[in-house]
């Protein structure tokens, strides 16, 4: 009898053990669940604001914004087929929340580190405005801009060091002047850096101390090149992995206008730099054939009002309107290929600065003669 | 002091064994009716959580009737402009708006604006003066085959003619967007 009721006292600590555990990990599970999902959602939400503040930007030139961030891996992707997209986590097949880019031409590195993203966003024109840039980073990236005439304009069209936000003055850019010879200052706290050489070659610059043991692909540089008759060309540079105090060149590609050379400062590499390029001349081949459409309907209109009228001073504005430039755009435009280019299509790249030149030129033969513009 | 009979033994025994049963029972139905509540709670919470996600989704659409309002609204193909610059937010040159109507069934037109505006029809119409015979110019047409519901976000914009009488005729954007 005694036995039987050390039994089931016995039983019963088991019974309420067990179903104490059982219901013990369904509440862990079920706040372990929450906790992904809390997560994820402040993820996603952080995305969903994003998207819609990269909107209003990218419709608005010139627009400077930082952006607070959540406390988690922001990346910046592109393959190498330009599937371009931010994400949060360590991967892109791990990611907590993905969005992807669709319309917005974005030139970015590829970690946002920090708790602050600067935005901005830059018209592409050329020589009609096509499209905004928008070029993202983030206060702890430095970019070193070599000290010479052109290089202090560059510097200058980067955003402000500080921002005022909300009565308060944030970090929002770190950004720093160079002379390649000299020894550079106040280079820590930074994750990554972003030379731009603009009269000197970064094979014969030799790269700081302070950024020896950063990893290779975050020690970067670009170069800017001219040479008459040739359109001009953005050399991509990484600190080479056998010898790191040396950039090694990883590609070359084109710029055309400003713009252009600014989103290759902000661009991850060339891969990145040439994705958003070769999206933006879709949007340029489109914009010249409204503008070549244009053209052909003010001929035709003029042609009715001279019918009426042969004195009418219309008739003056007909030069203007010759479409010959602008059906050489569309014919050029599909020829260029901003991915590594050695040579190869640099008669569509040369075509297109000197159509681009004769475009501008009829523009302002318009202005002046008092007719409807092109563009 | 007597001792119990056999049968008394026996009866306790049994009396014990019920009770413990008894408690048992009780036991495992408390248990029962504490997983049914919860499962209800969860059900409920689950439902709370659908509903909320079928307003955001709703907001959303909302939301992206607006952005593409508001990409239309900025598209410098179709702003006007006078010596290179653009005179002002809501002006429309009325021949780039033709031309991009000229070639809104192109299937490079449509291929490239699918980015930008979805499955939507983006119309300009002239409303001041009126002009009875002009049909409104389409800018972009994606229609989704079967669409549950359209948002429409009419924007006024100024329409001008530059090469006639240089004047500014009173127009609505219309952006509709299927879902």
């Known amino acids: 009898m005694k036995n039987k009721g050390q039994v089931e006292v016995q039983f019963n600590w088991i019974f309420i053990l067990i179903v104490g555990a059982i219901i013990l990990s369904f509440f862990v599970v079920i706040a372990m669940r929450q906790k992904q999902a809390s997560e994820s959602s402040i993820n996603v939400g952080f995305f969903v604001n994003f998207e819609k503040a990269l909107s209003g930007i990218s419709v608005v030139e010139g627009k400077k914004l930082l952006f607070e961030v959540p406390n988690m891996d922001l990346n910046y992707e592109c393959t190498q087929s330009c599937d371009c997209a931010a994400y949060a986590g360590v991967s892109r097949a791990r990611a907590s929340a993905s969005f992807n880019m669709r319309d917005k031409l974005i030139f970015s590195p590829n970690k946002l580190k920090g708790n602050h993203l600067l935005t901005m966003s830059t018209a592409w024109s050329y020589p009609f405005r096509i499209v905004n840039f928008l070029y993202i980073t983030s206060p702890e990236v430095k970019y070193l801009i070599e000290d010479t005439p052109l290089g202090n304009s560059f510097y200058n069209l980067l955003p402000d060091k500080v921002l005022r936000v909300e009565q308060t003055e944030q970090r929002a850019f770190d950004k720093q002047l160079f002379t390649p010879d000299q020894p550079i200052k106040a280079i820590s706290g930074n994750y990554k850096a972003k030379f731009t050489f603009i009269e000197s070659k970064p094979e014969d610059f030799t790269i700081p101390s302070e950024l020896v043991n950063l990893p290779n692909k975050d020690v970067t540089a670009i170069y800017f090149e001219k040479t008459a008759g040739s359109p001009e060309r953005i050399r991509f540079y990484e600190k080479d992995s056998s010898d790191k105090t040396k950039f090694r060149e990883t590609g070359v590609s084109y710029s055309f206008g400003e713009a252009t050379q600014i989103g290759a400062i902000f661009a991850e590499d060339l891969n990145a730099y040439a994705c958003m390029m070769n999206k933006a001349l879709k949007k340029y081949e489109m914009v010249a054939r409204v503008y070549l459409e244009k053209q052909n309907a003010l001929v035709v209109k003029i042609n009715e009002i001279l019918l009426t009228n042969p004195s009418s001073p219309l008739k003056n504005c007909l030069i203007s309107y010759v479409n010959s430039y602008m059906d050489e755009v569309i014919i050029n435009v599909p020829n260029i290929n901003f991915k590594n280019q050695l040579g190869e299509n640099d008669i569509a790249a040369r075509d297109l600065t000197s159509n681009v030149r004769s475009i501008s030129l009829q523009n302002d033969n318009a202005i002046r003669g008092s007719c409807p513009q092109i563009y | ?179």
């Open chain 2, 1 to 179: 002091m007597t001792m119990p009979s056999e049968e008394a033994v026996l009866k306790y025994t049994d009396m014990k064994t019920k009770k413990s049963q008894m408690q048992m029972g009780e036991n495992v139905i408390i248990i029962f009716i504490f997983f049914i509540l919860l499962i209800f709670a969860v059900v409920f919470f689950m439902k709370i959580q659908g509903a909320k996600t079928k307003q955001r989704i709703d907001i959303d659409i909302t939301g992206r009737g607006l952005q593409i309002a508001q990409k239309v609204a900025f598209l410098p193909e179709v702003q006007c402009t006078k010596d290179n610059a653009e005179i002002f937010s809501g002006c429309y040159d009325e021949f780039s708006i033709r031309a991009l109507d000229a070639i809104s069934g192109t299937k490079a037109q449509r291929d490239y604006y699918y980015d930008v505006f979805g499955f939507s029809t983006v119309s300009v119409r002239k409303i001041f003066p009126i002009d009875i015979e002009q049909k409104p110019l389409v800018l972009y047409n994606n229609t989704l085959g079967n669409y549950t519901s359209i948002i429409v976000s009419n924007v006024p914009i100024s329409l001008c003619n530059f090469l006639e009488d240089r004047r500014c005729s009173f127009g609505v954007l219309k952006v509709e967007v299927y879902t």
